[in-house]
């Protein structure tokens, strides 16, 4: 018997990894094909993508979409991972921090940007997640990579003695790190900074109204079927009952003009058949849900 095939939209608590909540959902959906788009750090909360069954399949391209939060960073303190779960390591008390002085730091870490990640992250190092290497005493040196933050806002300033709490609203490309981003605002103002807070509001079209909680979950486990999820998620591209045979045996199809981001293509019955990328004018398939015929 397996479990129920499609997305969760889980509100990711805090004290839990991401993988944490796919073990629950396991237990759960009484299946072990389960994954998730988009590692939270133990400390954030907010929107998980989940996905059961064949919708595993679709993880990998809701990853690559965009995402946004809400998070508090304290400046004029450090701390070896950028956020509150790390050790302090350096603070500078803030002193005569004008909204001039911030909100040109910001706009300095707005738009296309060179982001190093942190070091203690999931990002592996000659086959090692850097996490493992940082917390041996070796941390590595993680190279600087193109992220794009679209929008970097701040919403409310908050001086409480020799810190200085800084709320953000931020929509940023799949790979941004907010602790990076709360790291480099405060190394920006000469006085160091770190995350305190994180809520992952939105994944491409899936939003934190949407999200529900584990127990929620444990009440009642609804999905969201793959072909609704794919609809929301990606173009859509009507296939005639030829066009579904030939996709899912492997063959390819007249480009529409879509590009190589992911379209969702449907059977004549509503069937998700596949997602399909265009290049040299023709449509191929990314990854194949449902064989001719069925």
Partial sequence: MTGPSGLLIVDKPPGLTSHDVVARIRKLAGTRRVGHAGTLDPMATGVLVVGIEKATRLLGHLALTDKQYTGTIRLGQSTDSDDADGTLIAAVPVKNLTDADLLAAVGGLTGEIQQIPPGVSAIKVGGQRSYRLARAGAPPELAARM?????????????????????????????TYIRAL???????LGVGGHLTALRRTRVGPYRIDQARSLDELA???????????????????????????????????????SGPAPVAAF????????????????????????????
């Avoid at 933050?149 to 790979?175: I, L, N």
């Avoid at 609809?231 to 007249?254: C, K, W």
């Avoid at 069937?271 to 069925?294: K, Q, Y």
Wanted: aromatic letters at 2%.
């Fill in 267 to 294: 059977g004549p019955d509503g069937t998700l058949i596949a997602l399909l990328t265009e290049e040299d004018g023709r449509a191929r398939s990314l990854v194949v849900f449902e064989p001719a015929g069925g």
């Fill in 219 to 257: 009440d009642r486990l609804e999905v969201t079927a793959i072909g609704e999820a794919a609809a929301a998620a990606f173009p859509r591209r009507e296939l005639t009952g030829d066009e579904a045979r030939l996709i899912a045996h492997g063959g390819r199809l007249a480009a529409l003009g």
């Fill in 147 to 175: 992220v794009t933050v679209s929008e970097f806002a701040v919403e409310t300033v908050r001086p409480a003695g020799e810190v200085t709490d800084v709320d953000v609203r931020v929509t940023c490309s799949s790979g």
């Fill in 182 to 188: 709360a790291r480099d605002l405060g190394a920006a």
